[in-house]
């Protein structure tokens, strides 16, 4: 028995020692371990006003995953690149930049991590192209970034759980991101308005944490990125700007936008592909999507007001609509709710009688005011993209057009996967019902691909999206 019981005991030794053993480059065959948060930190993350931190019902533990279990293997594409070669400032290595936002970097499920990354589109046309795409990636061990969210349920407004390990700010008070110092080619940041510079919700600086990652200490030029951007060369580019300044916009009931009075006058981003062209990289745009099309903005039905039973008012200072106190009725032919704590609160019944909502909180397409048209992508698209694409002879590719046909229901991919747009049931919008899933982000590449290869005459591969499917 003595003996069965030392046998015993020396192998827990062995296998704790091989555990103690594991660092981060056996990560991959050991399993990146789970490592928890301190209360206090899931607290602050919880108290961010956006959308990270309200409306979850539970936390939940989530591993990372191996990159291996992320990407499909590499298959040794060789494409001849020389069209789309920079011969003016012979680089040598050739290389892809990516500029853009929240889509570009794979933010997606309400946060940015490891995995998002991983599957933006920039990187995975960069795959096809043969090339490697330096992105400020988070560390394995610290893969689930800022934290993200998973759906639990759209009834009667979107509930869901915190994932709350394997996080990646410095301290608890969760204002800042671990910072990235290595190599970078992806300029892709939440946030990262048209102008290039980091917007913010509220009074979070959400779009500065992201951002400061790899802006800050000596590789910051100035207080906005577009004076660090403006200096870098490249042979060819990605360009995608502006949906996160209409996704801001709506969250905050309309205000801010990017329909301008000037046609022809320029943003930090116009300014920035100008400067590209300039020194003959070569490159490709992308537009901007229906902002109002998306699902997490068309969860709140005029059906569910009408079950509530309450007496809804708008603050609406100024208009003849408004009562002495500044508020006027709701008026659901012109209104529309934007999800929010307090709106939380209204549609699961805990506001009783009468509710007074913000304007912020409402958009509205009154005569007077139209925040619809403020929050519509039409003028951008036109007056900046297309407008800087013709200047400069750069292809666009038509993101607005295609999230028309995905949420119509009229879009199948090229190796035969029918896009579903349900936000829950389906394949294309990932947990926040704003940003796209990995799927999602294969059905963009792919679009950026055929785009390049009828521009420039080449022959990139396409991707297999069925590889995405539930990644």
Not at 189 to 210: A, C, I, Q, R
Request: glycine share 8%; net charge neutral; with cysteine.
């Amino acid at each position: 028995m003595t003996k069965i019981l030392m046998k015993a005991f020396a192998l827990f030794l062995f296998s704790f020692t091989c555990i103690a053993c594991t660092n981060p480059d056996h990560l991959e065959e050991a399993g990146i371990p789970i490592l928890t948060s301190s209360p206090t930190l899931l607290s602050n993350v919880k108290a961010n006003s956006f959308f990270l931190g309200w409306a979850n019902h539970g936390d939940t533990t989530i591993r990372v995953k191996a990159d291996k279990d992320i990407l499909p293997a590499l298959t040794g594409i060789k494409i001849d690149l020389t069209a789309i070669t920079n011969t003016l400032l012979n680089l040598g290595n050739f290389r892809l930049m990516s500029i853009g936002g929240a889509l570009s970097a794979g933010f997606r499920d309400g946060g940015l991590y490891r995995e998002g990354q991983l599957t933006a589109f920039p990187n995975l046309v960069a795959r096809q192209m043969g090339l490697s795409l330096n992105q400020p990636l988070f560390d394995p061990n610290e893969g689930n970034g800022s934290g993200y969210k998973t759906l639990t349920s759209t009834e009667p407004i979107a509930s869901f759980k915190l994932v709350t390990n394997n996080l990646a700010y410095t301290d608890n008070t969760a204002n800042t991101l671990k910072p990235y110092s290595g190599k970078i080619d992806s300029y892709a940041f939440p946030n990262m308005g048209t102008w290039l510079g980091s917007l913010s919700y509220d009074s979070h600086n959400v779009g500065e944490k992201f951002a400061r990652r790899f802006f800050e200490g000596s590789q910051k030029d100035s207080e906005y990125n577009y004076g660090f951007l403006i200096k870098q060369n490249c042979d060819f580019f990605i360009f995608e700007a502006g949906m996160d300044d209409l996704v801001n916009s709506i969250s905050l009931g309309g205000a801010g936008g990017i329909t301008g009075a000037n046609p022809y006058g320029d943003t930090g981003g116009t300014l920035l592909i100008q400067s590209l062209y300039d020194k003959k990289a070569k490159g490709i745009l992308l537009n901007v999507p229906d902002i109002l099309d998306l699902p997490y903005f068309n969860q709140i039905t005029n059906e569910k007001i009408k079950k509530l039973n309450v007496t809804i008012r708008v603050k609406d200072d100024g208009t003849a609509q408004a009562d002495r106190e500044g508020y006027r009725d709701f008026n659901p032919a012109i209104d529309k709710l934007i999800p929010s704590p307090y709106v939380e609160k209204l549609m699961r019944g805990e506001i009783k009688n009468i509710a007074l909502l913000n304007d912020n909180e409402v958009l509205s397409k009154a005569s007077y005011d139209d925040e619809w048209i403020g929050v519509s992508p039409v003028f951008y698209n036109e007056y900046k993209i297309n407008r800087k694409a013709k200047e400069t002879n750069l292809p666009v590719v038509d993101i607005y057009g295609l999230y028309k046909k995905i949420i119509a229901g009229n879009y199948t991919t090229d190796d035969g996967i029918k896009v579903n747009p349900d936000w829950v049931k389906g394949n294309f919008f990932s947990a926040d019902g704003i940003y796209p899933t990995a799927f999602g982000q294969a059905v963009i590449a792919n679009e950026v691909i055929k785009t390049i290869n009828s521009f420039y005459k080449l022959n990139i591969p396409l991707i297999s999206t069925s590889f995405f499917l539930k990644k």
